[in-house]
């Protein structure tokens, strides 16, 4: 194997099992912050080894045991042979007496098919991959973080995701991920933040967080806040990969409700952007290119969605994208029933944001006078200041209004306030050129 195929091969290995093996690491070494160490480590190790004697049939196995056999090293550094090194020490041994007689060795430097003969079979324990997934979640979304921090740290060592990728998504300098990933690291260290998914009130509380990273995950891949490309489609698969994985793991109402929202917002990707790269608006999207694939797992998800008390936040945010999923144009969709669900959703979760779809939802469904009473509620309330969101519904509706003036006027404003480029240039364009002298 050359060692471009090498590479690929790592990188492919990384990104889908990277969870499973920093989990299985951190419960091995109880040590978050050396796990990811020593699997960077495995890792370059694997650059030079799989080149020279091709991929091992199981590479994750491969990965963890010389990662583990790395954090040994990393304790006999530390602190000589002393009791912890000597039970890892001997953790390991016993793995390798159980293995039978032929077995290949795992001493250092040697290249081994790790998951079978002479390897530790505990670290790879299909009972207890899921709970290393899930505690994994949780240590990177523990409350001790900043949300950035949770960001960074959940797509680092749950996604795979590295330094480099997680600043290209956020367009931040790579220096700024990786001194968030060490604050987080060296935080949850001095917090002595356990390993093992929390019981109980802290599991709900928790699990809403993890929820909430990934939400937050996907919105910005979904609608960029800032840079030239509207959509950024690795950030957003990454977050529907990752829920889905969070379904499996804690099957409860809220995270369907979650991966129904992402997979039926999803679908209509394919649509949303033009062969330029130029958004393309819910009004003029060819829905023959939505994602039905993605639309029937999204009403799979919501079906699963309701839980003892009726339908969540994510839940309600998702039967919303379903009405738009079952419409076969903007014409045609139940605003009605959108406006009912952004009503119950005001209750649940109130905020400007909130009140401003659902004004989109009214004037779509009783007409943009209506619409535009509670968008000036929310500008005389001062609400979403600083953001182009206002002002650019303000303008849709007055040019519907046909108040072409005002209209040109707040989009302009919006234009101003938005951070995105592609985004800007509709906002833009809905401007249109100012008014001739004749016509003032």
Known sequence: MGEDAARR????VWRI???HIV?????YTRDFELAEDVAQEALAAALVSWPRDGTPRDPAAWLIATARRRAID??????GRDERYAALAHGLAEGEA?????GPSVTPGTSIVAGEPGSDPAAFDPDRIEDDVLALMFVACHPVLSREAQIALTLRVVGGLTSDEIARAFLVPVATVQ??????KKTIAAAQVPFEPPDGADRAARLSSVRGVLYVIFTEGSSATSGDDWIRHDLAREAVRLTRVLTRLAPEPETFGLLALLELTAARFPARVGPSGEPVLLEDQDRRRWDRAAIIRGRAALRRAVGASGMGVYALQAAIAECHAAAGSVAQTDWGRIVVLYEALGRVAPSPVVDLNRAVAVAMAHGPDLGLRIVDRLVDQEALVGSHLLPGVRGELLSRLGRTAEARGEFLRAAELCGNAA???VLIRKAGPPPLASDR
């Open 9 to 12: 091969a790592v990188e492919a």
């Open 17 to 19: 099992e990277s969870a």
């Open 23 to 27: 989990g299985a690491l951190t419960r």
């Open 74 to 79: 990393a304790y006999r550094r530390r602190a």
């Open 98 to 102: 159980t293995s039978g007689a032929g």
């Open 179 to 184: 001194a968030r990933i060490t604050r987080a």
């Open 423 to 425: 985004e800007r240039t």
